[in-house]
């Protein structure tokens, strides 16, 4: 199926009571005082107070001194905590014994792919005739960016008999890149070299002379950073061509088929064994997209003949074609999705045939092969893989070598058969190849068998009631011999939003925690996809609270059967998860001892005035309208934050180049708590320098960060025995 990136899309009078102050390490800096600018603002009749506005200048000096100072403090805290030396070798040495691939793409008969060999900091390209050939080192993005930044590759695209890829590549954890294409025979470039992507989402056609791709917007003279990321459209590039003279073919701009918003985005997508390409029009980061069909004749001349096959009130996710048949995933009168057929001759929705109909699994994907459909799917987050043979309405549930996710899904429309990554939270990952003609599912060797031993670790799936009765999943992972007497460290991490799930994942790093008695659990609270749409929208704009109920719920579950306690227990919130982890913080701040905001949402209520807040509006809500802000003045942390409340330690983590949240979001937070608090316990704000929202963080980077996490948490635990 083709899938694109959302662009989006994780405290204690306890403590104060029982005269439990954090021990602060011995330090030589000071945290800088901001100073407090009020700022109101009238949302429809309710006056907003906004003491840190002036930090949404990130270069101003005073921001950047502000900045500074408090990023240097941090790191001399963090690096003084006891044992944060020896965690840090432990999860290095745990990183770096093992080799990842985390992607693999199918053209002809080749394998592209990511690998991260034990002594790279991130992923290179590889190519390999065949699963069993000899692997060639294709791209270095190091060596394919030049200069003194650090690269990662964000995204590949191999042409349909894999003469060529195209690779984008971006600096310093800066999710905007450039798009290179090589010759996979030679390995170096050809002159084609395309800017201003993001998501590129390049899709070639078959005679391997030309491909689409989506493009920002030229910031023209007048036009701010909020102008960036409107209007992105699809354009069609011919190999040897100046990509400014590219023909620009679906885009708000250049007299689209259908109205579009300046905050929607056009894609086109040829797959390799159809007679059309397609038209996707995504509306922000709303999981329901407009989808068009061309004739591919008319599409690579660059004047397109759409036709409309779907609009948002049709539920439709992603999709795969195969000929003149189209396979749409949707959850129209289907909430755990359903896949229905649509022939292209006569493209009519409504005449659609269910191939999948509505089950108790929750479909996720859907890829074409050359022998038949290939579903994957999954129940109570365990991953489950569906065939059906082309024509036929009967699914084969395929029987996979254990019970985890399926972390990866490859098919080839001109091969038999899938490729499948599994993993699960104790079982490593890797590269899998499903034979329809032996149905059996066979270990590729692709990604070597991780050397982590996790055979004293265990993991379970309960269940938590939510306040309003609902049953929350819950994964608890843990050491076989635990007790439960509430004396363990825990670390429990809540998303819920944008209908993405947590699926099981084995980090081993993960292990250098475990072994040293900390439980580590997730919380798979409403507004994620773990059962399907309605889940996801029980817990989105005026149902936010919903998502920090449920992580509230998990949290007391946890305490009362004796895994933790509130002096023990860490919350984290990522990205969206900010506001799950914000919302419990200002909420509940007597049920945790720490709380980790990383890159999280925590100022929702300002994200329009941030380059990448008007697309998320779909999810969140907007100011621009009495419900949108009733939903986000609800979410907001920062302006729930109360004076005198004895809130927990917090630790807030950012990048200095995240697209996704503005750091200033993370700033402000930290001035208020910090100008809030009445306890003892230490509010952090960490900052990288040379990082994003994580996407493209090397190893190390990642390494730095899980010890940081891990060694505070253990710090606080241990000053409370």
């Known amino acids: 199926m083709f899938t694109f990136l959302l662009r989006s899309s994780r405290v204690l009078p306890v403590a104060a009571a029982l005269g439990t102050a954090v021990h602060l390490p011995a330090e030589t800096l000071t945290q800088p005082v901001a100073p407090v600018r009020p700022v109101t603002d009238n949302y429809f009749g309710t006056v907003v107070t906004d003491n840190y506005r002036w930090m949404e200048d990130l270069k101003s000096p005073e921001v950047q001194k502000w900045m500074k100072e408090q990023a240097a403090y941090t790191k001399d805290y963090l690096g003084k905590l006891p044992g944060r030396d020896a965690l840090l070798k432990r999860i290095e040495a745990l990183d770096n014994a093992a080799t990842r691939v985390p992607e693999v793409q199918l053209h002809g008969t080749y394998y592209f792919y990511l690998k991260t060999n034990a002594t790279d900091q991130t992923p290179k390209l590889y190519v390999r005739d065949g699963p069993d050939a000899t692997e060639r080192p294709l791209v270095d993005p190091q060596v394919l960016g030049g200069g003194e930044k650090r690269f990662t590759i964000s995204a590949f695209y191999p042409s349909p008999d894999g003469r060529f890829v195209a690779v984008e590549i971006a600096a310093g954890g800066s999710e905007e890149g450039v798009v290179h294409v090589l010759d996979v025979a030679t390995g170096k470039p050809l002159k084609d070299k395309i800017d201003r992507v993001w998501e590129s989402s390049v899709s070639w056609v078959s005679n391997d002379k030309c491909f689409f791709y989506s493009r920002l917007q030229k910031l023209e003279p007048g036009m701010t950073e909020l102008d960036k990321e409107l209007n992105e459209a699809a354009y069609l590039h011919r190999l040897g061509d100046d990509p400014e003279m590219d023909t620009p073919v679906l885009g708000s701009k250049f007299n689209p088929p259908v109205p579009m918003l300046p905050t929607d985005s056009g894609f086109v997508t040829v797959p390799p064994d159809s007679h059309y390409g397609f038209g996707t029009i995504f509306h922000g980061v709303q999981n329901e997209i407009t989808l068009l069909c061309s004739p591919i004749e008319a599409l690579t001349q660059g004047k397109p003949s759409w036709t409309k096959i779907c609009d948002v009130d049709d539920g439709v ?40 109909p509505q089950s108790d699994l929750v479909i996720k994907n859907v890829g074409t ?119 363990n460290p825990c670390l429990m991490e809540g998303y819920g939003a944008y209908g993405i799930t947590i699926d099981p994942e084995f980090q081993a790093t993960q292990l250098a925690l475990l072994e040293r008695g900390v439980v580590v659990a997730f919380a798979h609270v409403r507004g994620g996809g773990e059962n399907g749409e309605d889940w996801h ?57 720490l709380a980790i905001v990383n890159v999280g949402v925590v100022n929702p209520l300002r994200a329009e005035a941030e380059p990448n807040g008007a697309v998320n509006a779909p999810e969140f809500g907007s100011v621009k309208d009495p419900d949108g802000f009733k939903a986000l003045y609800a979410m907001d942390a920062y302006q729930h934050v109360k004076d005198g409340t004895p809130y927990p330690a917090v630790l807030l983590i950012t990048g200095a180049n995240d697209p996704r949240v503005d750091p200033v979001e993370l700033f402000k937070m930290t001035a208020r708590l910090q100008a809030a608090t009445s306890s003892k316990n230490p509010v952090l704000l960490r900052v990288d320098p040379d990082a994003g929202h994580g996407i493209g963080s090397s190893k190390q980077q990642h390494d730095l960060i899980t010890a940081d996490q891990a060694a505070l948490l253990l710090s606080l635990a241990a000053n409370r025995e």
């Open 317 to 356: 996710v992603g999709f795969d074609a195969r000929g003149n048949d189209l396979f749409l995933q949707t959850h129209k009168d289907a909430p755990r999705f359903k896949i229905i057929h649509v022939d292209l001759q006569h493209p009519d929705i409504a005449k659609a045939d269910v191939v999948v």
């Open 369 to 487: 092969a050359k022998d038949a459909l290939y579903v994957q799917a999954a129940q109570t987050g365990i991953g489950r893989v569906l065939r059906v043979a082309y024509g036929q309405s009967e699914s084969q549930q395929i029987q996979l070598p254990f019970v985890g996710a399926v972390a990866g899904f490859a098919t080839n429309p001109q091969a038999d058969g899938v490729l499948l990554r599994l993993a699960g939270w104790v079982e490593a990952p890797g590269w899998y190849a499903y034979n329809p003609g032996t149905n059996q599912v066979i270990d590729t060797r692709l990604e070597p068998q991780n050397p982590a031993d996790f055979s004293g670790i265990t993991a379970v799936e309960v269940t938590a009631p939510g306040a309003d009765g609902t049953p929350i999943p819950l994964s608890i992972i843990y050491k076989k011999d635990l007790k439960m007497d509430g004396s």
């Open 537 to 593: 929208l029980a817990g989105q704009k005026l149902t936010k609270q919903n998502t920090i109920s449920d992580f509230i719920a998990c949290a007391e579950y946890l305490i009362r059967q004796g895994y933790t306690s509130p002096r023990k227990l860490a919350l984290r919130g990522t990205s969206a998860g900010g506001i799950t982890i914000g919302g419990a913080l200002t909420q509940r701040p007597d049920l945790f001892a």
